[in-house]
C-alpha cells in the first residue's frame, strides 16, 4: 500500500479526499491529453486554417468565465456532489459530441458546452477541501490538489502525444 496506516498525511486527509485527489488528477491528465490536439482536429475535420478554429476557443474561454461566476451559488443551493458529477458527465459527453460533429456551429456549441461544464467539477472540489478542512490542513489539501492536477496538465499532453505517435484515429 503506498499511503501505510502509520503515514501522518493519511491520518489527517479523509478517504473521500483522496478520492477527489485521484479523480482530478486523472481530470486534468484525460483533458489535456485532448486540448492540445482538439484544434488540429477540427480544423482537419472541417477543412479550416487553424487561424479560423482558434476562434473556438474564445467561446469555450467566455463560457467558462461566465460559469466560474455562477458556480458558486449553484453549488450552494444543489449540492457540491450534484454539481460535481454533472460537470464531469457533462464533458464526457461534450468530448463524445466531438467524434460526431461536423460542422463549424457544432465545433462552437460543444465549445460553450465544454465552458460552461469544466468549472462545475474544479470549482465543485475546491469548495468541498474547503469544507472538509480548516486552517494548515486545509493548507496542505489545497498543495496536494494543485500537485496532483499539476501532475495531470504536465503528463496528459505527453500521453496525447505518445498515442497520436500509435495512430492518429486511436481511441
Given at each position: 500500500d503506498f499511503f501505510m496506516e502509520t503515514s501522518p498525511a493519511k491520518s489527517h486527509f479523509p478517504r473521500q479526499f483522496w478520492l477527489m485527489l485521484g479523480g482530478s488528477a486523472l481530470s486534468?491528465?484525460?483533458?489535456?491529453?485532448?486540448?492540445?490536439?482538439l484544434l488540429i482536429f477540427v480544423s482537419s475535420r472541417l477543412n479550416?486554417?487553424?487561424a479560423t478554429v482558434t476562434s473556438l476557443m474564445t467561446i469555450n474561454s467566455v463560457a467558462g468565465l461566465i460559469s466560474s461566476i455562477?458556480?458558486?451559488?449553484?453549488?450552494?443551493?444543489?449540492?457540491r456532489k450534484r454539481i460535481i458529477?454533472?460537470?464531469?458527465f457533462g464533458s464526457g459527453l461534450v468530448y463524445l459530441g466531438y467524434l460526431g460533429a461536423s460542422?463549424?456551429?457544432e465545433f462552437a456549441l460543444l465549445m460553450g458546452l465544454s465552458g460552461l461544464f469544466g468549472p462545475l467539477h474544479r470549482v465543485g472540489?475546491?469548495?468541498m477541501i474547503a469544507?472538509?478542512?480548516e486552517g494548515d490542513q486545509r493548507r496542505q489539501a489545497y498543495a496536494l490538489f494543485r500537485t496532483a492536477t499539476n501532475i495531470g496538465f504536465g503528463t496528459g499532453p505527453v500521453l496525447g502525444g505518445l498515442a497520436l505517435?500509435?495512430?492518429?484515429?486511436?481511441?
Open positions: 486534468s491528465l484525460g483533458t489535456t491529453m485532448i486540448w492540445p490536439f479550416l486554417p487553424l455562477l458556480v458558486g451559488s449553484t453549488l450552494d443551493r444543489f449540492g458529477t454533472i460537470g464531469i460542422q463549424f456551429w472540489v475546491s469548495a469544507d472538509m478542512f505517435q500509435v495512430s492518429y484515429n486511436f481511441g
